[in-house]
């Protein structure tokens, strides 16, 4: 089965849920005044590391997976906690790594870990919890038309940086530098989804490839989004392979995972107010689905169950 078929197989049968339903980043209860933010994403060694990721940057990529959830609902991370599933060829030089690389995550987010577990598995598994929270919960399901479309930070980097790898292409040492810093160790928009809280009208983090959240987005909304494929933010380096590669940059910048930026829409008139660097990428339209130049966008991504041939 497809993830999303999983996912719809029980969601049929978790009728009891929080005050904010499933189906966003994160599930939320109100607390009084606020609202506590819960999420969980588990990390496989064997789907979500690649051979040249340290085990330190897999401890780092653990914690940073569910921190980002976190702050695409506008919350403040304020807890992590994890379980750690250990298969017996894994030693303890390796396993010491990826604690490390889990504290220097905690100092860099400025989280504490709350709690944790370990049992014994066929594949190296860190299943991470991470709790934030939140006077207002962003959701995916508040775009409204009129609203622009914003993604923060350049897209495409991932991806890029995996075809470098997988493919052995020859590049210059800075720009295998720029794409392995997004690859191996992309980092969680913390400061940028708090401050989205009281401003933006949805938002969803770029896990999955910009396309595919789109289309989350889109669909929890009821509206149409219009792209601009001149607008995506793509760095130079992403233009190189795409090139290398015979690929167009805009599908590295559309199918692009584990990218963690935020994308969110917001009124035009409260942009300006947004005080770190973002682009506005399209707009939000009366009508459904997502199109890019006027012309339909397939929800081009990763999906768990399927992989995606984009890749």
Same mark, same amino acid.
């Given at each position: 089965?497809?993830?999303?078929?999983?996912?719809?197989?029980?969601?049929? =049968?978790? @009728?009891?849920? *929080?005050?904010?339903?499933?189906?966003? +980043?994160?599930?939320?209860?109100?607390?009084?005044?606020?609202?506590?933010?819960?999420?969980?994403?588990?990390?496989?060694?064997?789907?979500?590391?690649? +051979? %040249?990721?340290?085990?330190?940057?897999?401890?780092?990529?653990?914690?940073?997976?569910?921190?980002?959830?976190?702050?695409? %609902?506008?919350? @403040?991370?304020?807890?992590?906690?994890?379980?750690?599933?250990? $298969?017996?060829?894994?030693?303890?030089?390796?396993?010491?790594?990826?604690?490390?690389?889990?504290?220097?995550?905690?100092?860099?987010?400025?989280?504490?870990?709350?709690?944790?577990?370990?049992?014994?598995?066929?594949?190296?598994?860190?299943?991470?919890?991470?709790?934030?929270?939140?006077?207002?919960?962003?959701?995916?399901?508040?775009? @409204?038309?009129?609203?622009?479309?914003?993604?923060?930070?350049?897209?495409?980097?991932?991806?890029?940086?995996?075809?470098?790898?997988?493919?052995?292409?020859?590049?210059?040492?800075?720009?295998? @530098?720029? /794409?392995?810093?997004?690859?191996?160790? $992309?980092?969680?928009?913390?400061?940028?989804?708090?401050?989205?809280?009281?401003?933006?009208?949805?938002?969803?983090?770029?896990?999955?490839?910009?396309?595919?959240?789109?289309?989350?987005?889109?669909?929890?909304? *009821?509206?149409?989004?219009?792209?601009? #494929?001149? #607008?995506?933010?793509?760095?130079?380096?992403?233009?190189?392979?795409?090139? /290398?590669?015979?690929?167009?940059?805009?599908?590295?910048?559309?199918?692009?995972?584990?990218?963690?930026?935020?994308?969110?829409?917001?009124?035009?008139?409260?942009?300006?107010?947004?005080?770190?660097?973002?682009?506005?990428?399209?707009?939000?339209?009366?009508?459904?689905?997502?199109?890019?130049?006027?012309? $339909?966008?397939?929800?081009?991504?990763?999906?768990?169950?399927? =992989? %995606?041939?984009?890749?």
């Amino acid at each position: 089965m497809r993830e999303s078929e999983i996912i719809g197989l029980f969601l049929k =049968h978790l @009728k009891r849920q *929080g005050d904010l339903p499933l189906g966003d +980043d994160a599930g939320a209860i109100r607390l009084g005044n606020e609202w506590l933010v819960a999420t969980n994403d588990m990390l496989v060694r064997k789907t979500d590391v690649p +051979d %040249m990721m340290t085990p330190e940057q897999v401890g780092f990529k653990a914690v940073t997976m569910n921190v980002s959830d976190v702050a695409a %609902m506008g919350a @403040k991370p304020v807890g992590f906690l994890f379980s750690l599933g250990v $298969p017996r060829d894994v030693g303890r030089d390796y396993l010491e790594s990826i604690a490390e690389g889990i504290e220097r995550a905690l100092e860099f987010y400025d989280v504490p870990v709350l709690s944790a577990d370990t049992n014994e598995a066929d594949d190296l598994i860190i299943d991470g919890v991470a709790l934030g929270v939140a006077e207002r919960p962003l959701t995916r399901s508040g775009a @409204k038309p009129g609203d622009l479309v914003c993604v923060t930070g350049d897209l495409g980097r991932a991806l890029a940086g995996y075809l470098v790898w997988r493919k052995g292409l020859e590049v210059l040492e800075k720009t295998r @530098k720029a /794409l392995y810093e997004k690859f191996l160790e $992309p980092k969680a928009r913390v400061r940028e989804g708090i401050k989205l809280s009281g401003i933006a009208s949805s938002a969803i983090d770029v896990s999955d490839g910009l396309a595919k959240e789109l289309h989350l987005l889109a669909g929890m909304s *009821g509206v149409k989004i219009e792209l601009s #494929s001149e #607008s995506l933010p793509i760095r130079e380096e992403v233009l190189e392979v795409a090139g /290398l590669v015979g690929r167009n940059p805009f599908e590295l910048a559309l199918s692009s995972g584990e990218e963690f930026e935020l994308v969110f829409t917001v009124e035009p008139e409260k942009a300006p107010s947004l005080d770190f660097d973002f682009s506005v990428i399209g707009r939000v339209e009366e009508g459904s689905a997502v199109y890019i130049d006027g012309k $339909p966008l397939p929800p081009l991504g990763w999906e768990h169950m399927e =992989h %995606m041939n984009v890749y």
